[in-house]
């Protein structure tokens, strides 16, 4: 089967754990600990995308007092991340697809954008799912072709 296909249905994550703008970053931060993702859609009070935040975009945050004594620096974070709100962080301007788009769009998107999630959408723009490089590459490492003989 070629990658045109291949809709994206068939291969994203449907499972997605999200956060609300008037989240504070605390809760990203819960989220990032305890779970194995990188990206995290952000959605309003109807489901709909309105940004993401990555891990980097998190990193870039608990990373901000580098110079703090190990013990200061965590009181620092903690401190921050109980202050700041997910809308103050999130990216907004957050590329989405659909579920019947092809995984060949999407590896378009991701090597164009330089992006390693995108979220995936219905008509109305309700979160359904999302799609990472991981996705990809899981689905073309288990083809024939890359299948050991």
Request: aromatic share 10%.
């Amino acid at each position: 089967m070629t990658s045109n296909a291949v809709s994206i249905k068939q291969i994203m994550t449907t499972e997605v754990l999200t956060v609300h703008p008037g989240d504070t970053m605390e809760q990203v931060h819960l989220v990032f600990r305890s779970s194995d993702i990188h990206h995290l859609p952000v959605v309003d009070e109807e489901g709909r995308v309105v940004g993401i935040i990555s891990k980097s975009d998190y990193y870039s945050i608990s990373n901000a007092f580098p110079l703090f004594r190990p013990d200061l620096r965590a009181a620092a974070n903690d401190r921050l991340f109980k202050s700041l709100l997910v809308e103050d962080v999130m990216t907004r301007q957050v590329a989405t697809l659909t579920p019947e788009d092809s995984i060949s769009i999407a590896a378009g998107y991701f090597k164009e954008n330089l992006f390693h999630a995108i979220p995936i959408v219905d008509k109305g723009g309700m979160l359904v799912g999302i799609l990472t490089t991981f996705d990809l590459l899981n689905y073309f490492f288990n083809q024939e072709v890359f299948l050991p003989t």
